[in-house]
């Protein structure tokens, strides 16, 4: 597999479309619109909630149909995390495995990283709407705070249940989401609907966000997970005779110019 392997995950939830008569279902479209005012008890709710993301360890998992799937154990105040992507595309499947200790980001991309070792990235050679997992600066995957700061129109539908449209020309990047598919969304991107969920401690369970269709096919939703908030999380640096520094090949099949 060449490095032009690694566009697969990079592009992540951009290759996961329904497929003619699938079995998998979105949630019910969010009417809401970007000029409907929000409830201010909601967002308050919302932000609060997100904000602990930053503030203890949990653990994610995220999903587009059956062609994205990321899972992560995440420490954000010690800026230490875990993640493995898996994404399949036409014609190609990838996974990658992803280490974060501090500003450090190892990785191991097939047709790249030699068996048993792990490649160094250079974090601040990443383009901004590259994501291969973790990134510094960016422990959350999803960015969650900042996706959700962008909607205006948040509102409760039930106990600890939230809804509202995002808008994604401002969080190009998130989610799995590159700015040449959100460009593609045309005005349908500055009103994404979205759905959220707290559980019973006011902590983030569930967000899904409901993408616009591309080129007229209905796209999947992302889920986006929630779970273990406070559980230790372990990450061991790999010993410096398995760490190679990343080669120029892999920033660039990551849109770095």
Not at 120 to 145: C, E, F, K, Y
Not at 153 to 179: I, Q
Request: net charge negative; aromatic share 4%.
């Amino acid at each position: 597999m060449t490095t032009a392997a690694v566009a697969v995950a990079v592009a992540g939830c951009d290759n996961a479309t329904t497929t003619p008569g699938g079995a998998a279902s979105a949630p019910a479209p969010v009417t809401s619109s970007s000029s409907s005012a929000a409830d201010p008890a909601a967002a308050s709710q919302l932000a609060a909630a997100t904000a602990k993301l930053d503030q203890t360890s949990f653990k994610i998992t995220v999903t587009s149909g059956s062609g994205f799937k990321l899972t992560g154990a995440i420490d954000a105040p010690h800026s230490n995390g875990t993640a493995d992507v898996t994404a399949t595309g036409p014609n190609a499947s990838v996974n990658i495995k992803t280490l974060l200790i501090g500003q450090d980001l190892y990785v191991q991309v097939p047709g790249i990283t030699k068996n048993g070792t792990w490649t160094h990235v250079d974090g601040s050679r990443l383009p901004a709407d590259a994501s291969i997992g973790l990134r510094p600066n960016q422990i959350d995957p999803v960015n969650t705070a900042k996706l959700l700061s962008s909607t205006t129109d948040v509102h409760t539908t039930g106990s600890n249940s939230y809804a509202g449209t995002l808008d994604l020309t401002k969080a190009a990047g998130l989610a799995g989401v590159s700015k040449v598919t959100i460009d593609g969304y045309g005005q349908s991107a500055s009103q994404v609907p979205f759905t959220a969920g707290l559980d019973a401690q006011g902590q983030l369970q569930e967000l899904t966000i409901d993408l616009p269709p591309v080129n007229g096919q209905k796209t999947e939703p992302i889920d986006a997970l929630y779970s273990d908030y406070g559980t230790p999380v372990t990450v061991q640096k790999p010993a410096a005779s398995e760490i190679t520094e990343a080669p120029d090949s892999i920033y660039k099949s990551l849109g770095a110019s």
